[in-house]
């Protein structure tokens, strides 16, 4: 009913009481029991309600409420009730979309989002900024006392202090002025503005930090075994401060082998209930960028007394297994250790070492043990080959050169070797052994679990790959086994790193879980994250829970399992969540990097690649580097049709056809940091015709044709362009269509 038909039905007419009962109303409103449509009238919630924070997708269109267990609920933007991207709210279910619930937020509770980052602009006499994320869809007006100096084009820190509403649009304040869009300095606070990440430690941590020893202690030694004269390294990437893994590998007189994985016994120093502990739990990761690190714990651990330096004694929690010929565990022991590094390899120095390179030889004393390694390594992965792993996914990592200004100059594909493979391989072992110690022995415990994908995501999957003209099975049961295939038939296609994305993508995100429903993509049947405390909250819980374990042997009382089962669910979900936002911190930054190289590019062309194709236009990527733009169909000569069903424009007059995989000469015409967009249009003869002049020398003054080629580096110009999408995003775990997507955090494929 509206208010006048309840004022009739209870016959109130005195108008003071009409203000009981509309304050009456209000009241249960704010507490969920009813709530106030757009029609004006008021409904019983009916009990259906949830709490959780809402997400809005890049197009607006539609937000997703996570709920406190978890789980999603779809939101049409017409049914969020001015609630803003990461705000708590109160959601009521009405309905279903497609496999999720449908609902609509009855209430606010707690706006999530208090500052952001946009570009500062003016209008006649009005001041207003416009965010950077798309995800916030206002322009929020400034008070002429609260533009703080900006002007109009600047990239700006805004404060919220009206949020919107039906009767009055958003506004804020101008709290910092970053500078000029273009300004590379900009780009670290941007991204940490707009994922509110936290920065600086506050004052206790690093009091409680600074408290603890500088090295390990005689005392901490006591009942750990010593494997200071064991031959154990450490294999990283030359930049790696924070080493939390090293390895040994033997044969044992019986033909198996030994591999010992030592991890940093982060939970000896850091204790739960600490301000340490607190603040690592609320960050749960370290967050890696191009040239940063914003860390979990501070340095003085991350890189010092927890980090396994080479010639150093350092405290690990040390897995020893004993691996067949088969790469099966058939024994293994976990407990308390001491290492002392004998030596910090770097990945390239052994990858050139096992490529017989010269710059491997100063590796040769450590021969055998790496040959080893090699060994056991190739046992590992046929193992899983055999069981069904997915492992061929390469991904599209690069290595983002950038100045002492912070420019990118250049960006570099991230390859990798054996030795990246060999860590990768002694990680998961390691991980998935611990994983199964718990599930064996029903003991609370923190999974990594990747669930299986849904029919419907592979079969947009086999969609885009029949455009391609690849064929590919699609069971009703799905196993990692058929995608593992569809990688090794793609292996030589110039199309593979885009099949990979788009594989990845139409796969379930991988989260952490007290219920373990196994690995989808590692075929494992319990996995979890035990290798990486320094980096990772989950492993630190894991360290904790091993401990736990090994003091009681498994007995623990009933009332202590059930705080860990509330403790752990509760952890699972924050874990996971903080997990995304370190992720999309890394794509955005990286982004941002990527379009800052190419916008001192614009009017060269490329060879670029069709990675997919909307109504729209065609989206494409430079090969190698990475970088996506859009080609926008107003650009082309012709009038396009687009046919949904083959994925393809036709041109109306020329008959042209553009598709997946086509191979184009363009021209980069717009790079928007703002936007983090990139247009691209088709090159014309005359643009082909200039880039010949230059490569010949006749419209350039160059001492040798050696100046030439360097000026025109990396501009491939071939014969004729060929013809042929990457996948809209699923939301989850891609990109938007227009951003690029990378890590640059360490060691990511290892685990």
């Given at each position: ?428 072992k390691a991980n998935e052994t611990v994983a199964e110690i718990f599930h064996n022995a029903g003991i609370p415990f923190i999974y990594r679990i990747h669930e299986e994908p849904d029919f419907d995501t592979m079969l947009q999957l086999k969609n885009y790959l029949s455009a391609l003209g690849i064929k590919m099975k699609l069971p009703q049961q799905i196993h990692p086994r058929v995608l593992q295939e569809l990688l090794e038939k793609t292996k030589d296609h110039p199309l593979r790193s885009s099949i990979q994305r788009l594989l990845v993508r139409s796969m379930k995100r991988a989260i952490y879980s007290p219920s373990n429903v196994g690995h989808f993509g590692l075929a494992s049947e319990a996995y979890t994250h035990f290798t990486s405390p320094i ?217």
């Amino acid at each position: 009913m509206t208010f006048k038909e309840l004022c009739r039905h209870f016959e109130i007419t005195e108008q003071r009481d009409k203000q009981k009962l509309k304050a009456m109303l209000e009241d249960l409103v704010n507490q969920g029991y009813i709530f106030r449509g757009d029609d004006g009238r008021y409904t019983l919630t009916k009990g259906n309600l949830l709490t959780g924070i809402i997400e809005f997708t890049r197009s607006g269109n539609l937000a997703f409420v996570t709920t406190d267990d978890g789980s999603e609920i779809a939101v049409p933007v017409e049914k969020t009730n001015y609630a803003m991207h990461k705000d708590k709210v109160l959601v009521q279910i009405i309905g279903k979309w497609y496999e999720l619930p449908e609902g609509r937020v009855v209430k606010v509770l707690e706006r999530g989002i208090k500052q952001f980052v946009g570009v500062f602009q003016t209008r006649g006499q009005f001041a207003f900024v416009i965010p950077d994320d798309p995800k916030l869809p206002f322009e929020f007006s400034i008070p002429v006392e609260e533009i703080n100096g900006a002007k109009p084009g600047m990239k700006v820190v805004a404060e919220i202090i009206r949020y919107p509403s039906p009767t009055k649009s958003p506004q804020a304040r101008v709290v910092e002025v970053l500078g000029k869009v273009e300004d590379p300095a900009t780009d670290f606070p941007t991204v940490v503005i707009k994922h509110n990440l936290p920065v600086e430690f506050p004052e206790e941590v690093l009091k409680e930090a600074a408290a603890l020893p500088d090295s390990v202690q005689e005392e901490d030694l006591e009942g750990r075994w010593d494997f200071r004269n064991e031959v154990i390294v450490t294999i990283d990437g030359p930049d790696a401060k924070d080493f939390d893994d090293a390895v040994q590998v033997k044969k044992l007189p019986n033909g198996n082998y030994l591999l010992g994985v030592h991890i940093a016994d982060v939970s000896h120093y850091v204790k739960p209930g600490t301000a340490l502990d607190n603040e690592a739990y609320n960050r749960a990761t370290s967050v890696y960028l191009a040239d940063r690190v914003i860390p979990m714990l501070p340095f003085k651990l991350s890189n010092g007394l927890c980090s396994l330096v080479q010639g150093e004694d350092r405290l690990v929690m040390s897995l020893i297994m004993e691996i067949n010929k088969q790469g099966d565990v058939v024994d293994y022991k976990v407990g308390n250790g001491v290492i002392r590094s004998y030596r910090r390899l770097v990945y390239d120095d052994v990858n050139a070492f096992l490529e017989g390179r010269p710059e491997g030889d100063k590796l040769k004393d450590l021969a055998e043990h790496i040959y080893l390694m090699k060994e056991l390594k190739d046992i590992l992965r046929e193992n899983r080959r055999r069981r069904g792993a997915i492992l061929d996914i390469e991904g599209d990592e690069v290595k983002i050169i950038l100045d002492e200004k912070g420019h990118a100059v250049d960006i570099v594909p991230r390859r990798r070797g054996e030795s990246e493979v060999i860590i990768e391989e002694f990680m998961i072992k390691a991980n998935e052994t611990v994983a199964e110690i718990f599930h064996n022995a029903g003991i609370p415990f923190i999974y990594r679990i990747h669930e299986e994908p849904d029919f419907d995501t592979m079969l947009q999957l086999k969609n885009y790959l029949s455009a391609l003209g690849i064929k590919m099975k699609l069971p009703q049961q799905i196993h990692p086994r058929v995608l593992q295939e569809l990688l090794e038939k793609t292996k030589d296609h110039p199309l593979r790193s885009s099949i990979q994305r788009l594989l990845v993508r139409s796969m379930k995100r991988a989260i952490y879980s007290p219920s373990n429903v196994g690995h989808f993509g590692l075929a494992s049947e319990a996995y979890t994250h035990f290798t990486s405390p320094i980096r990772r909250y989950p492993d630190l819980i894991v360290h904790r829970l091993l401990k736990l374990y090994l003091e009681t042997g498994g007995a623990i009382s009933k009332k202590e399992l059930k705080k860990l089962e509330k403790y752990l669910a509760k952890a699972a979900v924050h874990c996971s969540k903080r997990e995304r936002v370190a992720d999309e911190a890394e794509w955005d930054y990286e982004a941002l990097k990527k379009i800052d190289y190419i916008s001192r590019h614009i009017g060269e062309v490329y060879d670029v690649v069709v990675t997919s194709v909307t109504k729209f236009g065609m989206f494409v990527e430079i090969p190698d580097k990475y970088i996506s733009g859009l080609i926008h169909v107003s650009t082309l000569d012709d009038y396009y049709y687009y046919d949904e069903v083959k994925s393809i424009l036709v041109g109306k007059r020329t008959g042209t056809v553009y598709r997946i995989g086509d191979v184009l000469k363009a021209k980069v015409v717009r790079a928007d940091k703002v936007r983090m967009e990139i247009d691209f249009e088709i090159a014309s003869a005359e643009d082909l015709k200039k880039l010949e002049k230059q490569k010949s020398g006749k419209s350039i003054q160059a001492e040798s044709e050696s100046e030439i080629d360097k000026l025109i580096e990396g501009v491939k110009i071939k014969e004729k362009p060929s013809k042929k999408k990457d996948k809209k995003d699923k939301r989850g775990d891609g990109d938007g269509s227009r951003k690029n997507k990378g890590r640059g955090r360490k060691a990511k494929k290892r685990d």
